[in-house]
């Protein structure tokens, strides 16, 4: 039976407090807040069949990281982009698990080797695929906050009857992830474009997404704004 079991799940965690889990079929989902200067939210997937485990951004604490994994295998360790604060345990999660695939969006690859000193297996783009056990991950690149961020898609009426996005921090509740530097405008114009034309017109107002940092948010709720955004430049 397909289940989408989020009654007691909320999505609300801090640093040093405990998870939160939500149970997608035969998916578990479970979210932590690292690193109580940055916030940064890490999700492991599991996969109740084959108990094999994919995990979004070892973004920090990776002692905490690996005891939520387990004993289960750990098969990859995705990095949403290339940002700091999202691999700052991807070194010592991929000590303790050797034989993990660690995957990032093509153009943000090198800059994760250069700042991680760990090699990207696996260098994914657009129709893209990852694993986790029977379930896949649709990657969707998507450009501005970095050149090489990528969202992750479940959309398979098996596991969960409306699709769930993890988005790094492509897209938050109330807006689009930050653009800095001198072409700081036009990446937001990028980032902006391409969240509307790879992830709204795609995607159902019911869509759960799952951001880099803080609470989460169904599509629905942020569509009317876009064009608020658009016209606040961020």
Same mark, same amino acid.
């Given at each position: !039976? ?8 909320? &999505? ?9 889990? *939500?149970?997608? &079929? ?11 200067? !940055? ?9 109740? $069949?084959?108990?094999?485990? $994919? ?32 691999? *700052? ?30 090699? $990207? ?22 450009? &501005? ?35 800095? &530097? ?53």
């Amino acid at each position: !039976m397909v289940t989408d079991d989020h009654e007691d799940y909320t &999505g609300d965690v801090t640093p040093g407090g405990e998870p939160d889990v *939500r149970r997608l &079929g035969d998916l578990t989902l479970t979210k932590v807040a690292v690193d109580p200067a !940055m916030s940064n939210n890490c999700y492991i997937l599991h996969c109740g $069949v084959t108990d094999e485990v $994919v995990l979004i951004d070892a973004a920090a604490e990776p002692e905490r990281l690996l005891e939520l994994i387990g004993d289960r295998s750990l098969t990859s360790i995705v990095t949403t982009h290339q940002h700091w604060d999202h691999h *700052r345990a991807l070194a010592a999660v991929k000590a303790a698990h050797p034989g993990a695939v660690v995957v990032a969006g093509e153009p943000d690859a090198d800059a994760i080797e250069e700042q991680t000193g760990v090699a $990207v297996d696996r260098r994914v783009g657009a129709g893209d695929k990852i694993a986790v056990g029977t379930c896949d991950l649709q990657v969707i690149p998507v450009a &501005g906050h970095t050149p090489g961020s990528i969202c992750l898609l479940v959309d398979d009426t098996s596991i969960a009857p409306t699709p769930h996005l993890f988005t790094g921090d492509c897209l938050f509740p109330g807006g689009v992830g930050a653009t800095r &530097g001198d072409d700081a405008a036009a990446l937001f114009t990028q980032l902006l474009g391409e969240v509307e034309t790879k992830i709204f017109e795609r995607l159902p107002d019911e869509t759960w997404f799952y951001p880099g940092h803080g609470s989460d948010s169904v599509l629905g709720n942020e569509r009317p704004h876009l064009e608020e955004w658009r016209e606040r430049g961020w």
